[in-house]
């Protein structure tokens, strides 16, 4: 996507072919700033701090921090030791496990001698595979756009709220959620974006919004509690949100507010789906309520608002008195019952077993085909 005119992924290896450039997302929106990273803790923090954050984007990193660790030392106990460390720093999302898992099958069989640049290779093949699954979750997307134009009598934009930040920069490129906007925008279908602020980390006010303006996609920030309101008052045509984690009953794990959205859209009959790529998919779990594991971050997230102040100085003020307990759950899990459909690199289908049973027969062993590819 652009900035500034200029086409960037949000991650990539730098000019010495080694170490590893990235989009820092905590100086997000008010300066645009690359890291040059070189080690597997540096990976580690990026990921623990969420310089990077973003599903999809963190198995993208955790695949680059191996890389790190094994330039250094591409013995046996150097990779496992890489993937522990990784594995450690988030819980919830599940594309990193999905992105170690496949990188100790991919590098574990070979030499020390071919590890570091198999590694290499195959983080940049996650990568590139990354970019295709999220330009064609743009491209099934879009569809529902054009039908809730078709909806309105094209007399107008369509109306579409967002939560969190699904977009290119929790992705490698192109975003889930955002996928579909970017590429109705282009094809010069008139829409608006809600885009809900995200507390207590802001990162749809921070990331989605600064998105959406690089873009020059129309939008409009609101309160995380407005969108009900707006739902009430015909406001919004379709939810389109992303998922760190979804079942393989259709439960979806995302950024802390989105069961209220999906409810308020239920209670409104506002279409809610929720797009992400395979990686996102769980395929052991079915019940995510119950299993899925929910990070819970530091109380300061919520007690305290980062910003700029009017001289353009980043500042951090306390919003909270002190001696007050906090509690930071990062995400919550929306039932499948709540949701519309599921937006995938293979297109859209119920958020069930049977619905993504059709779209990935694979994944389902001994279970019939629904359809062939």
Request: glycine residues 8%; contains cysteine; negative net charge.
């Amino acid at each position: 996507m652009r900035v500034g005119g200029i086409a960037y992924r949000t991650i990539g290896v730098a000019s010495d072919g080694r170490s590893v450039e990235f989009i820092d997302q905590t100086k997000l929106p008010h300066r645009f700033e690359r890291l040059r990273i070189t080690t597997l803790d540096e990976a580690a923090h990026a990921i623990a701090s969420m310089q990077v954050r973003g599903a999809p984007l963190i198995g993208a990193m955790a695949a680059y921090g191996v890389c790190l660790a094994l330039h250094r030392d591409a013995s046996d106990a150097a990779l496992e030791h890489a993937i522990a460390t990784l594995r450690a720093t988030r819980p919830t999302a599940v594309n990193l496990q999905w992105a170690l898992e496949r990188c100790r099958t991919t590098l574990q069989p070979r030499s020390t001698q071919e590890r570091v640049d198999a590694a290499y290779a195959l983080a940049k093949t996650l990568c590139d595979e990354d970019v295709e699954a999220c330009a064609a979750i743009g491209r099934h997307g879009i569809a529902l756009i054009e039908d809730a134009w078709q909806r309105a009598g094209r007399a107008r934009a369509v109306n579409l709220l967002t939560h969190c930040n699904a977009g290119w920069l929790a992705t490698v490129d192109w975003g889930t959620a955002l996928a579909p906007v970017y590429l109705a925008h282009e094809r010069g279908i008139p829409l608006h974006v809600w885009v809900d602020e995200t507390r207590p980390r802001n990162q749809g006010a921070a990331l989605t919004a600064w998105e959406l303006v690089q873009h020059g996609v129309p939008h409009t920030v609101i309160a995380d509690n407005l969108g009900g309101h707006l739902m009430q008052r015909g406001q919004v045509d379709l939810c389109i949100v992303g998922s760190d984690r979804t079942t393989q009953n259709g439960d979806v794990c995302n950024k802390i507010g989105t069961y209220l959205k999906a409810l308020a859209a239920h209670d409104n009959r506002v279409p809610f789906y929720v797009a992400l790529p395979h990686s996102t998919i769980d395929w052991t779990l079915e019940d995510g309520l119950r299993e899925i594991p929910i990070e819970e971050r530091s109380g300061e997230e919520v007690s305290h608002v980062s910003g700029q102040d009017e001289r353009g100085q980043a500042c951090t003020v306390r919003i909270v008195p002190e001696g007050s307990p906090v509690a930071n759950y990062a995400f919550d899990v929306t039932p499948a019952r709540l949701i519309t459909g599921l937006i995938t690199e293979r297109g859209v289908c119920a958020a069930s077993k049977h619905g993504l049973q059709g779209l990935y027969p694979e994944k389902f062993e001994g279970a019939p085909a629904l359809f062939s590819f």
